[in-house]
């Protein structure tokens, strides 16, 4: 069974500065995909970004990008620029590339973000 | 991006109860949605999976009979709590599987509906 591993419970970021939260997964598949997904105090889960394994450019989405190492198995976020609207809890999520029937994400516990202002 | 909604926000019943709780796709049809319970400062767990028109699949140690799901149609998903009690007390939120524009499995992607807080006196 695949896992998901978010090592930093907690982490606090100046506004304005940059923020790296790091992901680590055990999987046995070689093609997979990875999503990071935003849980502010509301508590909507809201797509961050996504990465298919086998494409080996790291994805962006305006300030957030990753960094995808996969013979490392890691995963992680990096958040330019940080906003007081980016503090939240941030989720690592795995899945299987495997077709109908494997749609489900198996979860990091989190890391919570907190923006200093 | 895709909308997911999600009835009620909040609902507080007395112990024994049912409750009833909707997941609606807004703009898009979902054959497959999920339900998850998250507790305080904790992360998601999946319940089940429920795909339209068949029986839900439960995730190992959820109670069928419990937490019946009902996926009648292709933008709605019903969780019922049956004989509610404090333990089931949770944040229970569910998601809908959006097709992918680029089409293919794996480009479809999860959006989730803002949650449900259950309280059972």
């Known amino acids: 069974a695949q896992t998901v591993t978010q090592s930093q419970p907690e982490m606090s970021v100046q506004e304005a500065e940059t923020v790296t939260l790091s992901c680590t997964y055990d999987?046995?598949?070689?093609?997979?995909?990875l999503f990071w997904y935003k849980q502010p105090p509301s508590r909507q889960m809201i797509l961050v970004i996504r990465?298919?394994?086998?494409?080996?450019q790291n994805a962006t989405e305006n300030r957030f990008s990753v960094n995808f190492q996969k013979a490392a198995k890691s995963f992680s976020l990096k958040i330019s620029d940080s906003q007081l609207g980016d503090a939240a809890m941030y989720f690592c999520?795995?899945?299987?590339?495997?077709?109908?029937?494997?749609?489900?994400?198996?979860f990091g516990t989190g890391t919570r973000l907190t923006i200093i202002p | 991006g895709a909308v997911v909604s999600q009835h009620p926000s909040r609902v507080i019943c007395k112990s024994g109860t049912s409750v009833k709780i909707e997941c609606r796709s807004l703009d898009f049809q979902a054959t497959t949605m999920f339900w998850y319970r998250q507790f305080p400062k904790q992360s998601l767990m999946l319940m089940a999976t429920?795909?339209?028109?068949?029986?839900?699949?439960?995730e190992q140690g959820v109670e069928k009979d419990k937490f019946l799901i009902n996926h009648a149609s292709l933008t709605l998903s019903t969780l019922t709590v049956t004989s509610a009690h404090p333990e089931d007390s949770s944040f229970y939120i569910c998601s809908a599987l959006a097709p992918g524009t680029s089409g293919g499995a794996g480009t479809d992607t999860q959006y989730f509906g803002p949650g449900t807080r259950l309280t059972v006196l």
């Open positions: 990465q298919e394994a086998y494409k080996q």
């Open positions: 999987t046995s598949e070689s093609d997979y995909y």
């Open positions: 429920s795909n339209e028109g068949s029986k839900a699949t439960y």
């Open positions: 999520a795995y899945r299987t590339s495997w077709n109908f029937g494997n749609e489900k994400l198996t």
